[in-house]
């Protein structure tokens, strides 16, 4: 069995999001707690949401009340990119520039061992 999490048009961009994603890959959730707590950046509060969630999804298809987060590991942990918003930042002369600003998919999938 496994349990899996999705997060939608995230506000990080994939590039930023995968760092996080390689140190925890592989990983028992106890372990990815740990690292998101520490990790300073915006990414890493993101995973640690969709890894519990992930989680809580795990525990509802075993039906069980709760999962012993040392016995649960990180299958596959991804980012994918979503769509981009575009918006326009005045410059001077009547100018306009373009600001691309990167949304992304942020995917987990947990098993128990």
């Given amino acids: ?4 999490a999705v997060l939608k048009f995230a506000r990080v961009t994939p590039t930023k999001a995968r760092m996080v994603a390689n ?3 592989s990983k028992d959730v106890a372990q990815v ?6 990790v300073p950046r915006k990414a890493s ?3 640690r949401k969709v890894v519990d969630s992930a989680m809580a999804n795990l525990a509802e ?9 040392e016995q649960v590991v990180v299958k596959e942990i991804y980012a994918d990119k979503a769509v ?8 001077s ?6 600001i691309q600003k ?8 947990v098993v128990e061992r």
Avoid: F, N
């Fill in 23 to 25: 140190l925890v890959r």
């Fill in 93 to 98: 002369q009547g100018r306009a520039y373009r």
């Fill in 1 to 4: 069995m496994e349990g899996k």
């Fill in 61 to 69: 298809k075993l039906r069980v009340e709760e999962l012993d987060p």
């Fill in 102 to 109: 990167l949304t992304s998919h942020l995917t987990v999938v």
């Fill in 45 to 47: 509060k993101l995973w």
């Fill in 84 to 91: 981009i918003m575009k918006r326009w930042e005045t410059r």
């Fill in 33 to 38: 707690r740990e690292i998101c707590d520490v």
